[in-house]
């Protein structure tokens, strides 16, 4: 008779490929066993009848700010909100911290940060700007997932835009290390032009800064840097993709042969240029929201598979950062990265039919794939990591302040109704998020 730490029991496991009933045996940290009617003792027992079972979603964008910029958000607060909404791995970005990852300096004191504070898994970014092209390398050695340049202002004095020769120089150099580019894809000179004008003439309302950073912005930067990765041979993610005709023109891309995967994030899946009218700048971000065409066009493209991934792009901050201030003033940025699986729940799987197992593509399978960590996430499969999230399909809730565990407790996604509940969050074996603990400690 096996010996294991847990057994899930009758759970309903969900892969790429459809879903089956099963239980699954849990030892040192990996599956050890999926079976019918696992014969064998465990420390503890989980009985997941009627539950589903995903795997821990990854999030590959996210802005926990340390070091230097805790106070905006941290590594124990911003994991423990991950784990709260499913989530077991995050690749956390170079900026918004000070320093920004750009050095290998910067590098250990983030590495050393989230080593004490983080609950579950990470990777980090490094960043690529115009002053570290000769640091790329030993960033790379020191292990980061990719690197991280900025195509416009980045809105942090501290980490520059890339221009032209600095985006094709690096690029050559992470092409030579088999290494890869993410970027912020919109078009410095027209955002800059275009948010100029507007200022000029007192066009200084939402539609007015949604229309300084029109999608044709996005598509231009991402032309231009999708002809760089070609001549340079360099892989290429484009991050938040706001519009399916931006996914259009990297799906083109592919089709030539090109490698390139494009991000886009809830908000861009949820929210409108509607919604950010009635929340105000709790709701800005970079690329802005679009109309509901955008979303629904979005939607339809996640069912094809031609968006590859989706990340929170979680980009948090004081609320005084945000309220009392302009609309172009304000900080830009949503806090999300809790409600990435709800909305994808909400949005996808009950209001437009999308498959569980697409769902999952989006925000588990093809980011393990595509940063090379397959091996051991992304899936359930036995050998790799016990990273899991139980959820409750059916049962739902509506999302209040209290319920969020960042630093600071404000979301666009407060006060909406969703439904499919994360029960129980398992990161390598270990259990990181309780519901029924979590109700308990609200009501204490």
Aim: hydrophobic share 40%.
């Amino acid at each position: 008779m096996s010996v294991y730490d847990k057994i899930i029991r009758n759970g309903l496991i969900v892969s790429d490929d459809g879903i089956r009933k099963s239980d699954i045996g849990i030892r040192d940290g990996t599956i050890a066993e999926i079976a019918d009617g696992i014969v064998g003792t465990a420390a503890e027992e989980i009985n997941a009848e009627g539950l589903h079972i995903l795997p821990g979603l990854i999030d590959s964008h996210v802005h926990f700010n340390e070091p230097g910029r805790g106070e905006w958000e941290g590594l124990e607060t911003g994991s423990q909100s991950l784990a709260a909404g499913g989530v077991t791995t995050f690749f956390d970005m170079p900026l918004n911290s000070t320093p920004p990852t750009t050095t290998p300096a910067a590098f250990d004191l983030k590495k050393n940060a989230a080593d004490r504070k983080s609950i579950i898994d990470y990777r980090l970014w490094g960043g690529m700007v115009p002053e570290n092209l000769d640091e790329l390398e030993e960033l790379h050695k020191r292990g980061v997932i990719g690197f991280k340049a900025f195509m416009s202002n980045s809105g942090i004095e501290d980490f520059g835009y890339s221009e032209d020769v600095t985006l094709f120089q690096g690029m050559q150099q992470i092409a030579r290390m088999g290494s890869i580019l993410a970027v912020h894809a919109e078009s410095n000179l027209i955002t800059q032009q275009l948010s100029d004008h507007m200022k000029q003439n007192g066009r200084l309302n939402v539609r007015d800064y949604c229309d300084s950073r029109p999608v044709l912005s996005e598509m231009e930067a991402v032309s231009r840097i999708l002809a760089y990765a070609e001549a340079a041979k360099c892989r290429l993610h484009i991050v938040h993709a706001s519009s399916g005709e931006v996914v259009s023109l990297i799906s083109d891309a592919k089709k030539r042969g090109i490698d390139v995967t494009v991000e886009t994030c809830p908000h861009y899946l949820s929210l409108t240029v509607s919604d950010f009218e009635e929340l105000g700048p709790i709701a800005k971000c970079a690329p802005p929201l679009r109309e509901q065409e955008h979303v629904n066009a979005l939607w339809n493209l996640v069912k094809l598979g031609e968006v590859d991934i989706i990340g929170s792009d979680h980009s948090p901050s004081p609320l005084h950062f945000k309220k009392g201030k302009g609309i172009f003033e304000a900080w830009g940025g949503i806090s999300g990265a809790q409600s990435t699986l709800n909305v994808l729940l909400e949005e996808g799987y009950w209001k437009r039919d999308v498959p569980l197992e697409k769902i999952i593509q989006a925000a588990c399978v093809n980011p393990a794939k595509r940063f090379g960590l397959d091996k051991t996430k992304g899936s359930i499969s036995i050998g790799k990591d016990a990273d899991l999230a139980i959820i409750d399909l059916k049962q739902s809730f509506t999302l209040k302040e209290s319920d969020l565990r960042y630093r600071h407790k404000y979301s666009p996604y407060v006060g909406r109704t969703f439904r499919g509940k994360v029960l129980l969050t398992i990161s390598n074996g270990n259990i990181v998020f309780d519901e029924k603990k979590a109700a308990n400690e609200a009501l204490s």
